[in-house]
């Protein structure tokens, strides 16, 4: 996702649906991080570094619990095809 992409101007979405990290779970629109992103507001990068966090946290945890469930090239296949 490239959040100074001009589509990313009237998006009204979350970076990503049912994300945990401070962004996504208050709401904050594209539309708002590409705007704060214009503007070399700090909070966007801010903001943008813990959806980062999140999403690397999260998928580090379905990582491991593959490994343990013996389902990593499951999830591999899964990963890279989505």
């Known amino acids: 996702l ?9 998006d009204p979405r979350v970076i990503e649906e049912g994300c945990s990290c401070p962004a996504c779970k208050r709401g904050v629109s594209r ?13 966007a990068v ?9 999403y690397m ?7 491991r619990d593959s490994i343990i469930d013996q389902s990593f090239p499951d999830f591999v296949r899964t990963f890279v095809t989505t």
């Not at 946290?57 to 990582?63: F, I, N, Q, R, Y």
């Open 2 to 10: 490239k959040l100074k992409n001009k589509a990313c101007a009237i």
């Open 46 to 54: 801010q903001l943008i570094s813990q959806h980062n966090v999140a």
């Open 57 to 63: 946290m999260k998928l580090v945890g379905d990582m």
């Open 31 to 43: 539309s708002r991080l590409y705007a704060l992103l214009k503007t070399n507001n700090v909070l």
